[in-house]
């Protein structure tokens, strides 16, 4: 393939990283999550935006969190687990039964997808199936998974 | 003539660039002013971290 082939053909996913991402997204997750085998897997962010007007300087600051997110159809249920993009550890986990939060929908705007566990406050979750940015974001490909995960939570966990 | 335009633009293209510098300046300034402050107020929660099993970490 030509220098033009390979520009207009954009970026290659590195499939071996991928896999390998993968597994300690498993290790992760079975570690802190009882049963963890009974979840699916996906790699999700939230962006949290800060806007600010210091007088002479305005703007917004965003900050991005990544997160790996457990479904499982049967008693639906999402189980979110803070990490870091290179998933060297993972915080607490948080299960978010559908039959215990307040509501869970697409928001179209921003297409997120917003779980609101209490009144108190709320998840913002950003799907994807591949990004390149590997600072920022979990190197993984899932486009299936993604679609899966957007399946479920639109049909079967949503409450609206 | 061309010089005088030559120099007028060096010279707002060194405002434009000395604007930004304060502006970036001013901003990490106050934001970390802000920061400290609201660590300050409401220390941020300890979290429980759990690292990758060794096996997985290669």
């Known amino acids: 393939m030509g220098l033009f082939g390979k520009l207009f053909k954009g970026p290659e996913i590195d499939q071996a990283k991928s896999q390998a991402n993968k597994e300690k997204m498993r290790a992760l997750f079975n570690q802190v999550v009882e049963n963890g085998d009974q979840y699916r897997l996906l790699a ?15 703007g917004s600051k965003t900050s991005i969190a990544s997160l790996i997110v457990g ?3 049967d008693d639906p249920t999402v189980v979110l687990v803070p990490t870091v993009p ?12 559908k039959a215990d939060i307040l ?17 108190k406050g709320y998840t913002a979750l950003k799907t994807f ?14 486009e299936q998974e993604e679609k899966d995960f957007r399946d479920f939570f639109l049909h079967t966990y949503a409450t609206k | ?45 300890p979290v429980n971290w759990h690292t990758l099993p060794e096996d997985e970490d290669e």
Request: net charge negative.
């Open chain 1, 44 to 58: 999700c962010y939230t962006e949290d935006v800060r806007r600010f007007n210091y007088g002479l300087v305005h």
């Open chain 1, 71 to 73: 479904w499982r159809e």
């Open chain 2, 1 to 45: 003539m061309t010089m005088d335009w030559l120099l007028f633009a060096g010279g707002v293209l060194v405002l434009l660039t000395v604007i930004l510098a304060v502006g970036h300046l001013w901003f990490h300034l106050v934001d970390g002013i802000l920061e400290r402050i609201k660590r300050r107020l409401f220390p941020p929660k």
């Open chain 1, 129 to 142: 199936s591949w990004l390149e940015d590997e600072k920022l974001y979990i190197y993984v490909d899932q």
């Open chain 1, 103 to 119: 509501k869970a929908y697409h928001e179209k705007m921003m297409d997120s997808l917003v779980i609101y566990p209490d009144q």
């Open chain 1, 86 to 97: 290179d998933l060297s550890g993972c915080g607490d986990p948080e299960v978010l039964r």
